[in-house]
């Protein structure tokens, strides 16, 4: 749910405490704004200070088709279609100008991250920016939408067919004799059962705990006041009228 | 007889499997040249090197440890113990004027990660951490000479001292008898960074001193030497950022090289400073003209601005007030460092500069001007 606590795995920038400092700064900011739940298939709506914007204030919904980085410059792409051209927005999850972060629709995809999405047809980045939140029902799990997305004809911007995607239909597309050759030879099916691989590409179980440990208790208290908020919100006393 | 003495070998052999000789390796002293290096296997458990083996008991281990523990009952916590010094305390209070020199810190540096401005601006910070940092010892100008030559010295107008600063606590036992000296007169923990800061005698500081991160004040300009990080023997297109050569169109063999390097006739030689391949890295590098964005004082940590301080992470560099005629000090610094005896007043924990944004601020909103 919070994958911006973990650090980087990399041993060449570990340090413990400049994570924890990180941490501290990341909890300070969660206390000013409140982060919602989301994951790479969401629908997010961002308010944005902008200085250059008629009234310094910019409002931008997309779909999430990656989240990128880690503690403070974790940072999200949203992509939409304004007036037939592809937009995408990068946005700093910590950055102090975002005013406001709405999940409006809250799933996830088959694949890590969307970036198919800008080799496919319009309709499936598209989405209208009145766009209502919609509400999972307390306690539910995160449904996950197994859309297939066929794509466009080449050329494309990546190799898309080398990366395993669960979510892409590849039809009417014919490579070339030696794209298909350099795909067989590039394919690395045993990477999944490189346990040492795996080990050295993600937090260990052990140091995760310690980290949730030690953040959980500041995060719970932000949710409260949370729910509170919104409870107030929502409850709108009756006014008497003449 | 030599049987005997092959039982007394094989004897030896088998004590030599008995005991768990994986846990120390008694480094040698004299490598001749050209000895192989002793590489130990990287699934094997990891080894302590010392020096030589002292045949130490339980007890005597035990024992030592006590003793240190009472010379040095407990780490200096910053400002509230008075070290143990046994030499007389140098005075220092004299007020700052423009001109005066004084001493820098010893700084690890511990990653780098974005700060906001207040105009919604986004920089990166490097984090320097300030750890254990105390004054060794203080040459005067009379004692310190910088440069040895055989030449007869300089007559140098202004004289100027030395402050020797060290830094990270280490266990008084690993040291040898010489490195331990240093200290010994001081009663200083030994340290494992030792640098020394060229002053002016009004910045003296008596030996013992705890140097803490609010030494610098945010906003002001340092600078930072240090060793940049070691990339080996590289080519000229990494090394110099030469363009290399094609990667096709009849090229072979000559992508990544540096092409023609130099003229023929008269000259007849390749001309000296010619960019070539060779070593690069590990050289000492000044960044000069930083800015401090931040300091913590509870954990002593500064944030300068910019990525671009040289060296890896978790390594060592030196923070100074910086030398650029421009962006000197122009209102006083905290001379001749901040001493928390002095001020009554405690710091807060968290201490900014101007334009940066504190993430427990409300969210930054820009106004329409009318």
Known sequence: MYPEFLPDPNPLYRNALREKLERIDMLARRTRIAIPEFYVGSILAVTYSEPHAPGKVNKFVGICIERNGSGLRSSFLLRNIVDNQGIEVCYELYDPAIQKIDCLRLEKRLDSHLRYLRDAPAKYSTFPFDLEPEFLPEGASVPVNDIKVPLNGLPWLEKWERQELKGIIIKGVTFSKKRNAKTKISAKPWEKYDLMKIYRETIPEEEQNEIFNEVYTKLHEIEITKRRLKHKRTFIRPQKTG | ?370
Not at chain 2, 121 to 133: C, E, H, P, R, Y
Not at chain 2, 276 to 288: C, D, E, I, Q, T
């Open chain 2, 1 to 370: 007889m030599t049987s005997f003495l092959k039982t007394i070998n094989g004897l030896q052999l088998f004590n030599k499997f008995l005991k768990p000789s994986i846990s120390t390796i008694i480094s040698k002293r004299d490598g001749g040249v050209g000895t192989p290096k002793y590489r130990h296997p990287e699934w094997l458990p990891k080894v302590t090197h010392v020096k030589h083996d002292e045949h130490l008991t339980q007890d005597n281990k035990e024992f030592i440890e006590e003793i240190v523990q009472d010379n040095y009952d407990s780490p200096i916590e910053f400002g509230t113990q008075i070290s143990p010094l046994k030499i007389d305390p140098i005075e220092p209070i004299t007020k700052w004027r423009k001109g005066l020199r004084r001493t820098g810190l010893i700084a690890k540096k511990i990653g780098v990660y974005p700060l906001w401005l207040k105009d919604g601006k986004k920089v990166s910070s490097t984090l320097l951490q300030i750890v254990d940092n105390e004054v060794v010892k203080y040459m005067p100008p009379e004692k310190f000479h910088p440069v040895r030559s055989c030449k007869p010295p300089l007559q140098i107008k202004r004289r100027l001292g030395c402050l020797v600063v060290g830094a990270e606590n280490i266990d008084p036992q690993w040291v040898t008898k010489e490195y331990y000296g240093m200290f010994k007169d001081t009663g200083v923990i030994p340290k494992r960074v030792l640098r020394r800061f060229i002053i002016s005698p009004e910045a003296a500081l008596q030996p013992g001193t705890p140097l803490i991160a609010a030494h610098f004040k945010p906003g002001e300009i340092v600078d930072i030497r240090a060793k940049t990080i070691d990339r080996g023997f590289q080519g000229v297109m990494k090394r110099w950022g030469f363009k290399g050569m094609p990667a096709s169109h009849g090229v072979t063999k000559t992508h990544r090289r540096p092409g023609n390097i130099g003229s023929g006739g008269r000259k007849a030689r390749v001309m000296p400073g010619t960019k070539m391949p060779g070593h690069m890295g590990n050289k000492w590098r000044v960044h000069r003209g930083q800015q401090i964005l931040r300091i913590n004082t509870k954990y002593n940590i500064i944030w300068i601005k910019g990525q671009n301080i040289p060296g890896e992470i978790n390594s060592y560099c030196h923070i100074y007030d910086t030398i650029l005629p421009l962006r000197r000090h122009k209102t006083a610094p905290h001379f001749p460092t901040y001493l928390p005896s002095i001020t009554k007043e405690p710091l807060p924990e968290e201490l900014y500069a101007d334009e940066v944004h504190q993430f427990s601020d409300p969210t930054i909103e820009f106004k329409e001007e009318s």
